[in-house]
């Protein structure tokens, strides 16, 4: 059982404003930093700069994400020791995968360390999504606001990522981390664990839409992929290959769709 953590920690800090020309002294919260070393079958597999809550979700994302899992059926045994940095999985059946595809790496809070991060597993794990889900303009704003109310942490210290799985009218589990990549595994582990069927579903997100986001998406097998920030080519390209539509720059009551228009509507809900 996980022990209770915070993603924010507090700080004190000198603030300086212009108007008055002076520094105040106050408390500030600061988004935390943990890592955690992944032990696979008794060897490092990895090691995960995070936010220091959900590790669980994390861990099962991280490894479906990576090929290494399918189902929780795959899992033998799973302890994490936070108070050390380490999570212990083994597997039912041994990896028999040839570990240079999994060679022992640093995987920082902001992206993979390199481009074999990216494609060595994901021709395995990203799959074409065929889903047939429709979601109005109107509920991909909603959709977005609700995801921004839920975000305390973010308000707080302005450091952290956070993404959401729902649908058109609900979000059903919302992750924080300081890691966009970190924050989709949670989603991902979380599906993983409640079996949850995903065609149907939409992932909600604070962060950009680059190439590993759109990948994680298809991988979590979600055709609808709503952000509040922009796109880059690489990620559309791959969503338009991927059959995943990439909602982006949702503010206030404006978006744009960048692929596979069809599955949002007009109107309002």
Same mark, same amino acid.
């Given at each position: 059982?996980?022990?209770?953590?915070?993603?924010?920690?507090?700080?004190?800090?000198?603030?300086?404003?212009?108007?008055?020309? =002076?520094? *105040?002294? %106050?408390?500030?919260?600061? !988004?935390? #930093?943990?890592?955690?070393?992944?032990? @696979?079958?008794?060897?490092?597999?990895?090691?995960?700069?995070?936010?220091?809550?959900?590790?669980?979700?994390?861990?099962?994302?991280?490894?479906?994400?990576?090929?290494?899992?399918?189902?929780?059926?795959?899992?033998?045994?799973?302890?994490?020791?936070?108070?050390?940095?380490?999570?212990?999985?083994?597997?039912?059946?041994?990896?028999?995968?040839?570990?240079?595809?999994?060679?022992?790496?640093?995987?920082?809070?902001?992206?993979?360390?390199?481009?074999?991060?990216?494609?060595?597993?994901?021709?395995?794990?990203?799959? =074409?999504? *065929?889903? %047939?889900?429709?979601?109005? !303009?109107? #509920?991909?704003?909603?959709?977005?606001? @609700?995801?921004?109310?839920?975000?305390?942490?973010?308000?707080?210290?302005?450091?952290?990522?956070?993404?959401?799985?729902?649908?058109?009218?609900?979000?059903?589990?919302?992750?924080?981390?300081?890691?966009?990549?970190?924050?989709?595994?949670?989603?991902?582990?979380?599906?993983?664990?409640?079996?949850?069927?995903?065609?149907?579903?939409?992932?909600?997100?604070?962060?950009?839409?680059?190439?590993?986001?759109?990948?994680?998406?298809?991988?979590?097998?979600?055709?609808?992929?709503?952000?509040?920030?922009?796109?880059?080519?690489?990620?559309?390209?791959?969503?338009?290959?991927?059959?995943?539509?990439?909602?982006?720059?949702?503010?206030?009551?404006?978006?744009?769709?960048?692929?596979?228009?069809?599955?949002?509507?007009?109107?309002?809900?």
């Amino acid at each position: 059982m996980e022990q209770e953590r915070s993603n924010t920690t507090g700080w004190p800090i000198r603030k300086y404003s212009s108007q008055s020309g =002076t520094f *105040t002294e %106050r408390d500030d919260e600061i !988004a935390s #930093e943990f890592a955690l070393t992944v032990k @696979l079958d008794g060897e490092e597999f990895a090691t995960i700069v995070c936010s220091p809550t959900d590790l669980q979700q994390l861990i099962i994302g991280f490894l479906a994400s990576e090929g290494v899992i399918r189902t929780m059926k795959d899992i033998a045994q799973l302890d994490i020791d936070a108070d050390k940095g380490f999570a212990y999985v083994s597997l039912v059946h041994k990896q028999s995968t040839s570990k240079e595809y999994y060679s022992r790496r640093f995987i920082g809070s902001c992206c993979g360390k390199s481009r074999q991060f990216y494609f060595h597993n994901d021709m395995m794990t990203a799959r =074409t999504v *065929t889903s %047939r889900i429709q979601v109005s !303009a109107g #509920e991909c704003l909603a959709l977005m606001r @609700l995801l921004q109310q839920s975000s305390d942490d973010f308000r707080l210290t302005g450091g952290v990522h956070n993404a959401a799985i729902g649908t058109a009218g609900e979000l059903l589990a919302v992750y924080t981390d300081i890691g966009r990549h970190n924050a989709l595994d949670k989603v991902f582990g979380y599906c993983v664990e409640k079996r949850l069927r995903t065609s149907d579903k939409i992932i909600i997100f604070s962060g950009r839409l680059s190439s590993e986001v759109v990948l994680k998406a298809a991988k979590i097998g979600c055709g609808i992929l709503l952000s509040k920030s922009a796109p880059t080519d690489l990620a559309l390209k791959l969503a338009t290959d991927l059959g995943i539509t990439c909602v982006g720059f949702i503010r206030g009551d404006e978006l744009n769709v960048y692929t596979h228009y069809d599955r949002v509507t007009g109107g309002n809900m």
